[in-house]
């Protein structure tokens, strides 16, 4: 088993064409060329095209392609998806989503347009009803038609809607964070966090993406390539948790061992949930070398 690493995504704004070509250098897991937030209404159309003409030319080497398109509320979003559907990225991620029948309704539009199998669709969780809805719009995973794989937290935009302030450790948004990582696990999820807006405090920076990875998101979103290293380094396992997890499976898989549920290794007790939580370490340190 192999895990596609997604510990830094990174937003690229899609009007800006010298950012969309950035996009296929940078160390990023993945990249967003967005149609929404940074672009200014009387650019969106020329972003439009732009983004799905980058999307259609490659290039992105092992980088997933994802395309942000305007809200479905928006006056936008039936010309967005149906570039981004005919353009064929690794994923459409689609703003305020609030409830699974927006998901139904994107997976019947992408099925009437014959899009590429392989595009997924993600869901961006940003507004008090999308996290009372949370088990709801998670669980329309399980609907293949959908296309739906993966959360994307949008923070600012919580915080707008609620007035919750940005403070250390994140105090108010962390039951609402917490809430939605269980939804995911429940339903075989990618979930992402939601972005760190002050650039200049690297420290601050490293001390989120430490936060977010301890709380079990598999990566974080992006708004300068700066933060993309230090990003890549919080969310992958240490050499010394790859080795320590080798070590718990090696021990599971010698042939006295096979049945047990427990065993001793290294004057402690190793349980077999242990030797899962291992596997899947090493599958993301797997993915990650798989990249290079």
Not at 109 to 114: F, G, H
Not at 256 to 262: C, H, L, S
Request: with cysteine.
């Amino acid at each position: 088993m192999t895990i596609r690493p997604r510990r830094s995504v990174l937003y690229m704004p899609g009007s800006n064409a010298r950012a969309l070509e950035k996009a296929r250098t940078l160390p990023a897991d993945a990249v967003i060329l967005d149609l929404e937030d940074s672009v200014a209404p009387d650019a969106k159309a020329a972003a439009r095209d732009q983004v799905a003409e980058a999307v259609k030319k490659g290039g992105f080497g092992a980088r997933e392609v994802i395309m942000r398109v305007n809200g479905i509320d928006t006056e936008w979003h039936v010309d967005d998806l149906t570039a981004a559907a005919h353009a064929a990225p690794d994923v459409i991620l689609v703003p305020k989503i609030s409830n699974p029948a927006q998901l139904e309704l994107i997976g019947e539009r992408l099925m009437n347009m014959s899009t590429d199998h392989k595009t997924r669709v993600w869901a961006m969780i940003e507004t008090p009803a999308a996290i009372f809805n949370i088990r709801d719009i998670a669980h329309a995973a399980r609907d293949s038609e959908t296309r739906f794989t993966g959360l994307v937290m949008g923070t600012n935009d919580l915080a707008k809607e609620t007035g919750a302030r940005f403070v250390p450790g994140r105090m108010p948004m962390v039951p609402w964070l917490t809430t939605c990582i269980l939804a995911a696990r429940l339903n075989g999820l990618i979930i992402l966090d939601g972005v760190y807006n002050d650039i200049q405090n690297a420290d601050g920076f490293v001390r989120e993406c430490e936060e977010g990875r301890d709380l079990g998101f598999d990566g974080k979103t992006l708004i300068h390539p700066n933060q993309i290293e230090p990003c890549n380094t919080a969310f992958a396992p240490t050499a010394d948790e790859v080795a320590q997890a080798r070590k718990i499976i090696g021990a599971f898989d010698l042939p006295e061992n096979k049945d047990k549920g427990v065993v001793s290794l290294d004057g402690r007790m190793v349980e077999r949930l242990h030797a899962d939580i291992a596997r899947k370490t090493v599958a993301v340190a797997d993915g990650i070398a798989a990249r290079k």
